[in-house]
């Protein structure tokens, strides 16, 4: 191997720098230079292309990488020493950009491969079967060691398309990764409290739970699932989504339209009802005139159906989340307290109620009258599902809900938030009659019990408060509805945690 220079002591007498101009001519590393490091090429390799170089030696998809300005890491490539005898070097190569995001060429190190040239070529052969393979599959792989450093990856894990951001390489700390990711806006569910979702994904990078979702600043979504190995390291595989979102999110709107339909065909029926009421009275009325008998029973009457055609509109405008509200900052602790006692007057005995406040204020801006009608309509639905009787659950709690639980719910981000659960072990429900609770003028009771507005009009009014619904059922078992809303901040510190289970758990 011929020498081009050697500056100062090396740490590592096997590792060199090289470089190439903007159009991939190999020379020696210049100004700027890694410390420590040797400086020469290969016998023969100063000014060949490192375009020709990957076509006839690098592993498969070097080329590619090249050609799209990427880095490239431990690719093998065999060469000839002064004694015409085949070696074999891993380069690492990074490419340069200047100010205007003008590509300058690379620059990188190389390593011998050292030890029995057989032995040496079986490695190396191995080496490029794995990073060919890794290169082949259309998720993303990485593997950090014990130390949390990152040990390999293929060009599918690195999402980051800042050019002048180098921070995906070997060696990287994943926390170095995930800091730079979130600084330079590449998770918009990091932007409005960074703080707290960097330590929640660090933590669950250090202790993997299970799959979630991410989603990155050009609107792709990952899917990353986490294991760790049996030497301390951590495998991650992101999975790219974002057809699955867009194939949900189309779907959610054919049923919206299906909601729409069936929300159409109810309003006109109860309507109809109501217009029929009116105008059955009103020819009663005019007969009442001619005949000179007393009105009031039909005016009654006639102002009977106007209520019921207001308390429909109402709920109507509840679902289409356009009713109007008078917000203000209430802790949800008090509205349960008061909320015991109308149902203690209400309920029989044969159902008992626990009722169990958050250990501390848990302030939330939403209009008190619309929850407390929400809940107290949530707690008539679970008295109806235990007609024997059974137990009744509220609780509340609050916390810090991170971007897989973000993820599985529409137009909500990670932030704080105070849940109220709402439990019965009643009968329950199956999947398909949970999945369709809220849909208006869907429901399961006899005819005469139930209009199916009550739960619908329940979400519309969380909607409308910027929170969600989540309804979790087990036929003959239990359902446990919990609301969702966003925790107004009043500058207590409060340390993210996990979304809490079941209230019953």
């Not at 170089?53 to 060469?79: C, H, M, T």
């Not at 205007?100 to 191995?126: E, H, I, K, M, P």
């Amino acid at each position: 191997m011929r020498m081009k220079a050697i500056t100062g002591l090396v740490d590592d007498p096997c590792e060199w720098q090289w470089k190439t101009d903007a159009f991939l001519r190999l020379t020696i590393a210049g100004a700027g230079k890694r410390p420590g490091a040797n400086l020469f090429l290969p016998l023969g390799w100063e000014g060949v292309s490192l375009d020709e170089l990957a076509q006839g030696s690098f592993p498969a998809g070097a080329a590619n990488l090249i050609r799209e300005r990427k880095p490239f890491f431990d690719w093998v490539v065999p060469y000839s020493d002064d004694s015409q005898t085949e070696q074999m070097v891993l380069l690492n190569g990074e490419p340069v950009f200047d100010g205007g995001l003008d590509f300058r060429g690379y620059v990188g190190t190389g390593r011998a491969v050292n030890g029995n040239s057989d032995t040496a070529t079986r490695n190396a052969q191995a080496h490029e079967l794995l990073v060919g393979a890794m290169e082949s599959i259309s998720e993303g792989f990485a593997l950090y060691d014990a130390d949390d450093r990152l040990v390999i990856f293929n060009s599918n894990y690195n999402f980051f398309k800042d050019r002048d951001l180098r921070v995906m390489r070997k060696g990287s700390r994943f926390e170095e990764i995930v800091r730079a990711a979130a600084d330079h806006g590449y998770y918009p569910a990091a932007k409005e409290q960074k703080a707290p979702w960097i330590d929640e994904r660090i933590r669950y990078h250090n202790d993997p739970k299970g799959l979630f979702e991410v989603q990155l600043c050009d609107g792709r979504w990952l899917q990353i699932v986490e294991r760790k190995t049996s030497s301390g390291g951590t495998v991650t595989v992101n999975t790219d989504i974002t057809a699955k979102k867009h194939h949900d999110e189309a779907q959610r709107q054919a049923q919206k339209l299906q909601a729409l339909g069936q929300l159409t065909s109810g309003v006109a029926h109860d309507f109809s009802n109501v217009l029929l009421a009116l105008e059955c009275n009103f020819e009663q009325l005019k007969l009442a005139v001619r005949t000179g008998k007393s009105p009031w029973t039909h005016l009654n009457a006639c102002g009977a159906a106007v209520e019921i055609a207001q308390g429909l509109t109402q709920r109507l405008l509840a679902f289409a989340r356009r009713q109007p509200l008078q917000p203000s900052v209430v802790d949800v602790n008090e509205i349960l307290r008061e909320l015991h006692s109308i149902l203690r007057s209400t309920f029989d005995e044969t159902i008992a109620i626990e009722i169990v406040p958050a250990a501390s204020s848990c302030p939330v801006l939403v209009d008190p009258t619309q929850l407390q009608s929400a809940l107290l309509n949530l707690s008539l639905n679970a008295r109806d599902a235990m007609p024997d009787g059974g137990i009744l659950r509220i609780d509340c709690r609050s916390g810090f809900l991170g971007q897989d639980w973000a993820s599985r719910h529409l137009d909500m981000k990670p932030g704080s938030y105070v849940t109220i659960s709402v439990a019965d072990n009643g009968h329950g429900m199956t999947r398909e009659v949970a999945e369709r609770a809220v849909e208006p003028f869907f429901t399961t009771k006899e005819p005469g019990k139930g209009s199916g507005l009550g739960l619908s009009m329940c979400y519309g009014f969380i909607k409308q408060s910027g929170g969600d619904i989540e309804i979790e059922s087990e036929l003959g078992r239990r359902t446990v509805i919990r609301i969702v809303l966003p925790k107004v901040e009043t500058g207590t510190d409060e340390r993210p945690g996990r979304p809490r289970g079941d209230p019953g758990s």
